[in-house]
């Protein structure tokens, strides 16, 4: 799986940190980054992007088809 995030969409509020902290984490800007999406499973990383207040994280299979949004 692939993961994008808009950072103009990113508002900080780190509810992705708290749901997949080896994924996500808080930049200097208090924004998110990308770590390592492979380090948990697929259904976490879906929960992790659905816990976002305001959908700045975006998750594409391996054929590129986007699964969330």
């Known amino acids: 799986m692939r993961v994008e995030i808009d950072r103009e969409k990113c508002i900080g509020a780190a509810d992705c940190v708290e749901e997949a902290p080896t994924v996500f984490k808080l930049d200097s ?8 999406p492979n380090s948990v499973d697929d259904n976490r990383l879906l ?3 659905r816990s976002c207040p305001v959908d700045a994280i975006s998750i594409f299979d391996d ?5 969330f949004p």
């Open 29 to 36: 800007f208090g924004k998110a980054i990308i770590l390592d």
């Open 47 to 49: 929960a992790a992007a």
């Open 63 to 67: 054929n590129g088809a986007r699964l």
